[in-house]
């Protein structure tokens, strides 16, 4: 008898702040065996991914491709390879993930420069516009597109817009809005970009798609100093997305095959209409759950329909409430975070889970626990 019994995983609907439910494809396309990361095989793979990524990012950049890692590995690759001690960098401070990026720019030696606006609020294009005038110097401008932690939707276009003929790259988070809503790299103006696989994708967590214009990568080329990580330099990830294949370490295959299969899914869908299915999904549950007397914490008209945070009334325990969710239903939603934690919750319709009768199953749910 082995020491240990095998791992079972229980089946939970995950309608949480990521991970998303995954189509049984990709997991089939992952338990495939196992190829080497030096393999034609996982080129010809590599090759087909960094197409689809560019479709589903809408860029051409060349350096388009998956970071091995989660999320935060592609917002360490974004913010490590653009900016260098002493940079002057801007970040938008909504959340925590905002938070997240200013530290980061911090640990590589940026002089950051937070705009910080309340949990809930977009950041106003005007306060970049005059951050900019203060800091003409200013070498990076990084904004979240979708603030996971307080479900607020950040316009970007009309800041691409600025940034336009100014030394100042513009990097956006997108790690819970890539395959969600509108993102354009090119039309808008963005740099770099950076997201997981586990939220409107619904693939399982491991890469960090990303994508890098060719300013971007002219920035990285003529750095004065090394990258402050090795795993993470975008050269060592460049040279095996690239022609030459040179490997600097482990490709994680299983995980590409995935990705690969994940994003066909998306694919024949059709981005847009995907974007079409989350916007309708997430406004029939932002209708239905205020019929339930909860409050929705983001500001009307940059509310994501594809991540809700709302606060409960005061008669309604949400965190034991979200707890017998998951006991009594299996269904995963996140507690409120920061700002947002007092009686609050996280609810991603995202990817799999943007669907009605994913709704219909949550709220029927909540109504007969709330009985
Ligand atoms: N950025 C945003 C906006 C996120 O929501 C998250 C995680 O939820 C991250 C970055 C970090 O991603 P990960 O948890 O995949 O490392």
Redesign the pocket.
């Known amino acids: 008898m082995p020491p240990f019994p095998a791992a079972t995983a229980p089946e939970r609907l995950l309608l949480g702040?990521?991970p998303s439910p995954v189509d049984p494809r990709v997991l089939a396309a992952q338990a495939q065996p196992t190829v080497g990361h030096r393999d034609p095989f996982a080129f010809a793979v590599a090759e087909q991914v960094a197409d689809m990524l560019r479709t589903v990012f809408r860029t051409r950049n060349t350096a388009t491709l998956a970071v091995a890692?989660?999320?935060?590995?592609?917002?360490e690759t974004a913010m490590l390879n653009l900016v260098e001690p002493g940079d002057t960098v801007i970040v938008g401070v909504n959340?925590s993930?905002g938070a997240?990026v200013a530290d980061l720019a911090r640990r590589a030696g940026a002089e950051v420069v937070e705009l910080e606006e309340p949990w809930g609020r977009a950041v106003p294009a005007e306060r970049i516009e005059s951050a900019l005038r203060a800091h003409p110097e200013t070498r990076v401008v990084a904004l979240?597109?979708?603030?996971?932690?307080t479900g607020v939707h950040q316009p970007l276009a009309e800041v691409g817009a600025l940034l336009a003929g100014t030394e100042a790259l513009f990097v956006v988070?997108v790690?819970?809005s890539l395959g969600g809503v509108p993102l354009e790299v090119d039309a808008w103006g963005i740099d770099a970009a950076y997201a997981?696989t586990?939220?409107c994708l619904s693939v399982p967590?491991g890469l960090?798609p990303v994508t890098f214009s060719e300013r971007a990568v002219d920035r990285l080329r003529q750095r004065a100093t090394s990258v402050r990580s090795s795993y993470l330099d975008l050269t060592g990830a460049l040279a095996w997305w690239g022609p030459e294949h040179d490997d600097h370490h482990a490709v994680p295959v299983n995980a590409l095959l995935g990705l690969h299969e994940g994003l066909r899914i998306v694919l024949e869908e059709g981005l847009e209409t995907r974007w079409a299915r989350h916007a309708e999904v997430g406004e029939l549950f932002q209708d239905h759950v205020q019929d339930r007397d909860a409050v929705l914490l983001a500001d009307a008209g940059h509310r994501l329909p594809q991540l809700t945070t709302l606060a409960w009334p005061a008669a309604v325990d949400a965190a034991t409430l979200r707890r017998r969710l998951l006991d009594e239903h299996g269904i995963e939603v996140a507690g409120g975070t920061g700002g947002f934690a007092e009686r609050g919750w996280r609810v991603g319709l995202m990817g799999q889970a943007a669907r009605h009768e994913v709704v219909d199953r949550l709220l029927d749910a909540v109504d007969e626990l709330l009985e």
């Not at 890692?69 to 917002?75: E, F, K, N, V």
């Not at 979240?144 to 932690?149: D, I, L």
């Open positions: 702040a990521g890692g989660t999320g935060t590995a592609g917002m959340g993930y997240r979240v597109h979708a603030e996971t932690s988070d790690v819970t997981c586990q939220g967590p960090a």
